[in-house]
């Protein structure tokens, strides 16, 4: 009965590679995102998604390419993987408007670490 | 200036004390805040939100919110030592579609 929940877990990955993180959730919720949190723990948002359409979307590579076939899903591609990219990745969702105003859920997190 | 700005601590309390967390954010119109608690190597779980001024309790948690001021704080009772974690204040600023921004949190330590 997991709300929010991700695979993989943990990613470990070679400089150059590409790889998928993807997201589920099951709250009903009409809008998804994902957060990048560094070393320093600071989460900072990357893309959000209401209902399929892309609303959110934050300075980032355009290696980095979100997907969502529905709104209950939300995937992350990555190409040409790099160092830099090494960090844990939320998925999160919340519903955009009404009374909740935006509370959002989070996934376990990916840990992805590049070599 | 830092859209959301906490203090990064780390804030030590003894436990059974009164823990304060405190947050200013820099755009006034903001209209929605939150504080999330996460523990180390876990993810950001969502504790207390408020939306007008004044405060807003929730057993042991006190969320206290001056728009005036631009001050959002979170107070914790009878501190536990399971309290001790990173407590990340976010705020949704008005207008479009809703981008929340977090601060860098505030590591707390309850010492039993």
């Known amino acids: 009965d997991t709300a929010v929940s991700q695979t993989p877990k943990y990613l470990v990955t070679q400089m150059g590679n590409d790889k998928s993180i993807k997201c589920e959730q099951n709250l009903g919720h009409d809008t998804m995102y994902w957060y990048k949190q560094d070393s320093k723990k600071f989460l900072k948002i990357m893309f959000s998604y209401n209902n399929k359409e892309l609303i959110i979307n934050e300075t980032v590579p355009n290696r980095f390419s979100p997907k969502s076939p529905d709104k209950a899903h939300l995937n992350l591609h990555i190409n040409s993987l790099e160092l830099g990219d090494s960090a844990v990745y939320f998925c999160?969702?919340?519903?955009?408007?009404?009374?909740?105003?935006?509370?959002?859920?989070f996934g376990p997190g990916t840990r992805l670490t590049v070599l | 200036q830092k859209e959301v700005e906490q203090n990064s601590g780390p804030l030590s309390v003894p436990e059974g004390a009164i823990a304060s967390l405190n947050c200013t954010y820099s755009d006034r119109g903001s209209q929605s805040f939150f504080w999330y608690r996460q523990y180390s190597g876990k993810s950001p779980e969502l504790i207390m939100s408020?939306?007008?001024?004044g405060d807003k309790e929730d057993g042991r948690f006190t969320a206290q919110l001056n728009k005036a001021s631009q001050y959002v704080s979170l107070l914790i009772r009878d501190s536990q030592p399971s309290d001790s974690a990173t407590y990340l204040c976010?705020?949704?600023?008005?207008?479009?579609?809703?981008?929340?921004?977090f601060g860098t949190g505030t590591k707390l330590q309850v010492i039993p």
């Open positions: 408020i939306y007008s001024n």
């Open positions: 976010a705020v949704n600023p008005p207008g479009g579609y809703q981008k929340v921004t």
């Open positions: 999160a969702s919340s519903f955009l408007a009404g009374g909740s105003r935006n509370e959002q859920f």
